[in-house]
């Protein structure tokens, strides 16, 4: 249940956070803990923290915006959702003089990467997709269900997708009328090159337009829509801006979403259409999350209070510091090399080897503490992943370091873990 204004959960989630502000931000540069002194929690927190990729942990500032009703036509609803377009794509490095467009569409993030592929790409036209996760392989199955035509070049999901594999594939056959791709691919944890794929389309391909699902990047790491020649961004409310589940946007190149009209596979996900609407009366098409919207308001001015993508990045980056420094100290191992990790989330391997592992007794351990984690969804291989993602401070991740020591006390497994014997 939503706590009140009054509620002793609220000041709870105010006091644990650190850093309500921007302000904070120094102390937080300066925190330096070794995993020799993990903070321990032997209570179950009040208000869970999630170390997950979104939703994520959120301030109360974000969750009273919530408490005040809206109608969907209300002034003071549709001018918010004036302002936030325009934040967005200032966000990208882009404008409405410069010829873009900020869509929001209601729904999952998913519901934006399908409202843009089912738009965008024309019927004869096709997309070459690259995907080294699961969310690049998203992209192909949405394709499937469209029955857009598509060539997928499936990468390891250990490693970043490979230009020179995009410029073989055109090379094949330069037909494909779009490239699509993921910036930060949640599955392991990699950032992808979106600069180099964007440049080497512009140079050899121009007609060619590139989407990029930037779900997890966006408000963390630069994404310049036009300097990186990126036709479609689409991201969502509740990963890097920290707000809540309930609608996504698409940053567009105006000339691209004018030349989609009447391609739309899908009435309610007709990118065109959305934007359509919200020019031209202000409006949703159909009932908007106003109370998520209102949410995202405040996450969006927290977002430029705490200094922006540079500001974002690195307080999530102290939080990566942190998590690895005391997971490395513990013995885990790290699935993917550090040169292609992000800051983003990790993923870490099983100790399988161990007698006494067992990730559903540690995942429940955690979670009686109210620190929340993510499994693992690798290809092969037995993993768990910690975001650093979200309202949570290097104090939250040095408890939850502690937790995970305890955990394993808990199992009876002695740190550093041992490697697991070769194969």
């Known amino acids: 249940m939503l706590p009140t204004s009054q509620s002793p959960n609220l000041v709870r989630i105010a006091a644990t956070s650190s850093l309500q502000n921007g302000c904070a931000l120094a102390g937080a540069a300066k925190h330096s803990k070794s995993a020799s002194s993990f903070a321990t929690a032997t209570r179950k927190r009040e208000v869970p923290l999630l170390f997950t990729p979104g939703p994520l942990t959120t301030t109360a500032r974000v969750k009273e915006a919530m408490l005040v009703d809206l109608g969907s036509r209300d002034t003071r609803f549709t001018d918010v959702v004036v302002g936030i377009r325009n934040r967005l794509l200032a966000l990208g490095g882009v404008s409405k003089e410069e010829g873009y467009e900020c869509v929001i569409v209601q729904g999952a993030g998913t519901h934006g990467i399908e409202a843009v592929l089912g738009t965008a790409i024309p019927r004869g036209g096709k997309i070459l997709i690259l995907a080294n996760g699961a969310y690049g392989q998203r992209q192909a199955q949405i394709c499937h269900y469209l029955g857009i035509e598509y060539k997928l070049i499936d990468f ?39 600069e180099s794929v964007g440049e080497f389309l512009a140079g050899k391909y121009p007609k060619v337009e590139l989407v990029v699902d930037a779900m997890s990047s966006m408000g963390a790491y630069d994404l310049p829509v036009k300097a990186w ?20 946007f698409a940053l567009c190149k105006r000339s691209s979403l ?4 009447g391609n739309a596979r899908s009435f309610c996900l007709d990118l065109f259409a959305q934007w359509k609407g919200l020019e031209t009366t202000g409006q949703f098409r159909f009932t908007p999350p106003t109370q998520v919207i209102m949410a995202f308001n405040e996450a969006l001015q927290e977002w430029e209070s705490e200094g922006g993508v540079e500001g974002r990045f690195d307080r999530y980056k102290q939080n990566y510091d942190i998590i690895c420094t005391g997971m490395e100290e513990m013995g885990f191992q790290y699935y993917v090399e ?31 503490r109210g620190l929340v984690i993510y499994p693992g969804k690798l290809s092969s291989g037995l993993s768990f992943r910690l975001g650093t993602i979200g ?3 290097p104090d939250d991740c040095q408890e939850l370091l502690g937790a995970i020591e305890d955990a394993l006390t808990e199992m009876g497994i002695s740190t550093p873990i041992p490697p697991p014997p070769s194969s």
């Open 229 to 248: 020649n990126v036709s479609y961004a689409i991201s969502s409310a509740n990963k890097c801006i920290e707000g809540v589940p309930g609608f996504c």
């Open 156 to 194: 390891t999901d250990r490693k970043p997708v490979d230009v020179a594999a995009l410029e073989e594939a055109l090379g094949e056959d330069p037909s494909f009328t779009h490239v699509g791709m993921v910036h930060h691919e949640t599955t392991a944890g990699i950032v992808n090159d979106v």
């Open 338 to 368: 550090p040169e292609h990790r992000g800051v983003i989330i990790t993923t870490f391997m099983q100790p399988s080897h161990m007698p006494g592992w067992d990730f559903d007794r540690f995942y429940k351990f955690l979670g009686d």
């Open 391 to 393: 309202r949570i401070s």
């Open 258 to 261: 004018v030349a989609a009209e």
